[in-house]
């Protein structure tokens, strides 16, 4: 089950709520991309950034010039999905579905050599599964200029709306449309490096993404 905190609870929306620790994973292992939310010199300051997840921790990376990754203290994670748009017969009940996560808490920069090349790993793989036993491993210098952080999903919430809209009682004998315009998303075709050799084939792992899907 997912922690309760005062910064976890939710106040509006209660039965969008889901404690299930999977349904964190779920959010999170559908993503590509997450908002890492910071305080820099008082001013603050989100940022996207790839991340990777293994067990209940995730990982980010970035330079080791990255302020966002050395501004120290707590930060706020963010992964969101938006499903479809909810319209509704009245402008004030339009909405959306989605599945949020929010993760709260304090990195810790990640100096053990195996657990780096482990992050770095789950962190190409959650872009593209299959990469990281193609390319080529960081050598030295590359991991000296690539700083890594782990944050514990010890403290995180998560929010969904699926769904039809919700109107008040007397507008649903209103003659307007209402329903959900589902929002999809497909890989296109892949396109290759223009100094690529001719020759050298898709990876199966790359062609089989070439094909419509959603997130959920």
Not at 74 to 82: D, S, Y
Request: net charge neutral; with cysteine; aromatic share 6%.
């Amino acid at each position: 089950m997912l922690s309760s905190t005062p910064r976890t609870t939710l106040h509006r929306g209660k039965n969008r709520g889901r404690a299930d620790r999977s349904e964190l994973y779920a959010v999170l292992d559908a993503g590509l991309i997450c908002h890492l939310g910071v305080v820099v010199d008082g001013s603050p300051m989100v940022v996207p950034t790839g991340y990777g997840r293994i067990g209940d921790t995730l990982y980010l990376h970035g330079s080791t010039g990255a302020v966002s990754l050395r501004a120290g203290g707590e930060v706020c994670v963010t992964v969101t999905h938006l499903d479809g748009i909810v319209l509704a017969r009245s402008a004030f009940h339009h909405s959306v579905n989605y599945r949020s996560a929010m993760v709260y808490g304090t990195p810790r920069a990640v100096e053990d050599p195996e657990e780096r090349l482990a992050a770095l790993r789950a962190i190409t793989e959650r872009l593209a599964p299959g990469q990281w036993e193609v390319v080529r491993q960081p050598d030295k210098k590359e991991l000296a200029a690539t700083r890594v952080v782990a944050l514990s999903l010890a403290e995180a919430s998560v929010k969904v709306r699926q769904g039809p809209p919700v109107d008040d009682e007397e507008d649903y004998a209103l003659a307007i449309w209402a329903g959900v315009l589902p929002l999809q998303a497909g890989w296109g075709t892949p396109e290759p490096d223009p100094v690529l050799a001719p020759e050298t084939p898709v990876p199966p792992h790359i062609a089989r993404r070439e094909r419509p899907f959603t997130s959920h």
